[in-house]
Antibody
């Protein structure tokens, strides 16, 4: 079964850091581009970051550029999101999402999500 | 405020047809493909329609998508109780260089 499982979320104070992980299984992880998408009750779904299959192409939403860093370890079938200088606006459920084959920008497989809460 | 505009709610009785609209601009819906996602309560979004009108394997043909100009729509025919969910449209935005989403439409089966 194809599966994505996120971990690493939690409660942090403004300015602190957090590292999210996403473990992939059941499919050839190294051949897929991956993304992070977050969701809040107020702002809805927001794309956060994209990383190509070999990490040569990386993109970020303007809201996180310079603070978040996406990476992957194809040998360990894992995706990561290093989040620094967190603020209240970063509070959300963070999903890792696999691109739907042949449809750039479409997210064909999602994890269950991990909650990140930034509070003061 | 989401980049793509959807009605906040829609409803219908079992067996009815429900349509959800998604309005964008020339930089997103007008020039790129539209996807639709279904989010059942307490779960992650699921790809329902991609490239405007294509269904991933396993998605019933009761769900269909279309696009015209800067607007797109999702139709659910033969509405069933298990279709109660939030539905989101999405499209790549050339100005923002990333995918953008609609605010979501909550479908209620009466």
């Amino acid at each position: 079964e194809e599966q994505l499982v996120e971990s690493g979320g939690g409660l942090v104070q403004p300015g602190e850091s957090l590292r999210l992980s996403c473990a992939a299984s059941g499919f050839p992880f190294s051949t897929y581009t991956m993304n992070w998408v977050r969701q809040t009750p107020g702002k809805g779904l927001e794309w956060v970051s994209y990383i190509g299959s070999s990490s040569t192409a990386i993109y970020y939403a303007d809201s996180v550029k310079g603070r978040f860093t996406v990476s992957r370890d194809n040998a360990k079938n894992s995706l990561f999101l290093q989040m620094n200088s967190l603020g209240a606006d970063d509070t959300a459920v963070y999903y890792c999402a696999r691109e739907h084959r042949g449809s750039f920008g479409s997210f064909g497989l999602w994890g269950q999500g991990t909650q990140v809460t930034v509070f003061s | 405020q989401s980049v793509l505009t959807q009605p906040p709610s829609a409803s219908g009785t079992p067996g009815q047809r429900v349509t959800i609209s998604c309005s964008g601009s020339s930089s997103n819906v007008g020039s790129n493909n539209v996807d639709w996602y279904q989010q059942l309560p307490g779960t992650a979004p699921k790809l329902l329609i991609y490239r405007n009108n294509q269904r991933p394997s396993g998605v019933p043909d009761r769900f269909s998508g279309s696009k015209s100009g800067t607007s797109a729509s999702l139709a659910i025919s033969g509405l069933q109780s298990e279709d109660e969910a939030d539905y989101y449209c999405a499209a790549w935005d050339d100005s923002l260089s990333g995918p953008v989403f609609g605010g979501g439409t909550k479908v209620t089966v009466l």
